[in-house]
């Protein structure tokens, strides 16, 4: 069998599976009749561009590139009314601010989420400051942000 028959039965397979690591796609390739080792599935799923989303058990598994967009950012939704206290445009940057402690955890949902609108965090102990692409308001990506805040608030 060929390599790009492998990476469609690897397609297949997690679009099937809850497979959340190379060795479960590993296996699971040799189950549908593929001999592989790990360095190879490894290399598979860097060029399919598979990413990690988070299945409604909760547990991260891989998943076709794009097919993933909403559930990445429904992941910051989620860390964004876990650990934000408030939400401020500050210039180019909004400034996200957290409980002592959380602000590393909510700016790695940020980059993890790949939002179209960051062009990246930095995140101290309790604050975060979020840079935006350019063309970009920073007022109203404030404004979505915060948007996440309200959702589920009494």
Known sequence: MNKHERQNAILELVREQAL????????????????????????????????????PSGRLVYAPPGTSDADRLRALGSAMRRYAISVEAAGPLVVVTTPSGYANALAQAMDEAAHPSIAGTIAGDNTIFVAVHDGVSARSFREELAGSLLKGAA
Do not use: N, P, Y
């Open 20 to 55: 959340s690591t190379q060795a479960e796609v590993a296996a699971a390739l040799h189950d549908a009749g593929f001999d592989v080792v790990q360095t190879t599935v490894s290399r598979d799923i860097a060029e399919l561009g598979l990413v990690k989303v988070r299945a």
